[in-house]
């Protein structure tokens, strides 16, 4: 069936760092790819998102990467601040006007300052 | 402009009664999925609606039922809960045709 699966489940990196996080998925139809970065006590927010006719897009500090042979993707923060502190969520969806989103089990990225 | 909202921020709820979640898409978007979030997990797919219909289903029980109204708003139904539904329920929207999705703050669910 459908899965994605994401590592590593924390990681603490120090302020000024950067930060890697790794994902795989199961289904070769997938072709949307996004990102969501969640606060306590908050619901997902879309920080960046991929299609599969993509193998790289950037938004200042945040890159993603796809590796569609592979099906890897990878979310990198360059520079990390204490704000980065979150649970980020990789997912993968087929794309389309009924899709529903798959999602990673999350990582608990800490800032230390 | 607003975004997605939901209400209650929190309920409270013993085994086997019901239960009812209520979702206001952003402007503009007529495309409502619901999520369900235990703790520590992430987000899982319940159902989407699109033109007052359900459209896809995730691998959830006929205990969840929803609706969408003329307005797009929606509201998620859980009949005879049991211990397990307690989690965090999403909410998001999208506009029509567009695989974007937006999450509302959620609706923190307790079963006791």
């Known amino acids: 069936g459908e899965n994605v699966e994401q590592h590593p489940s924390t990681l603490s990196v120090q302020e000024g760092d950067s930060a890697v996080i790794k994902c795989t998925y199961s289904d070769s139809a997938s072709n949307y790819f996004p990102w969501y970065k969640q606060e306590l006590g908050k619901g997902p927010q879309l920080i960046i998102d991929?299609?599969?006719?993509?193998g790289e897009k950037k938004d200042q500090r945040i890159a993603v990467t796809l590796n569609k042979t592979a099906k890897h993707f990878s979310l990198h923060i360059t520079e990390t601040q204490p704000e980065d502190s979150a649970v980020y969520f990789c997912a993968a969806s087929k794309a389309s006007s009924a899709s529903k989103i798959i999602f990673g089990s999350g990582t608990r990225l800490s800032i230390r300052p | 402009d607003a975004g997605v909202t939901q209400s209650p921020t929190h309920l409270i709820k013993t085994r086997g009664q019901q239960v009812t979640l209520r979702c206001s898409p952003k402007?503009?978007?007529?495309?409502v999925s619901w999520y369900q979030q235990a703790l520590g997990q992430g987000p899982q797919f319940i159902f989407q609606?699109?033109?007052?219909?359900?459209?896809q289903r995730g691998n959830f029980p006929d205990r969840f039922s929803g609706h969408q109204f003329p307005n797009y708003s929606s509201e998620l139904n859980v009949n005879a809960l049991l211990l397990g539904d307690s989690a965090l329920y999403l909410c998001?929207?999208?506009?029509?045709?567009?695989?974007?999705?937006?999450f509302g703050p959620g609706t923190r669910l307790t079963v006791l």
């Open positions: 402007s503009g978007h007529d495309t």
């Open positions: 998001a929207s999208s506009p029509t045709n567009t695989d974007t999705q937006y």
């Open positions: 991929i299609r599969s006719n993509v």
């Open positions: 609606y699109y033109e007052e219909e359900e459209r």
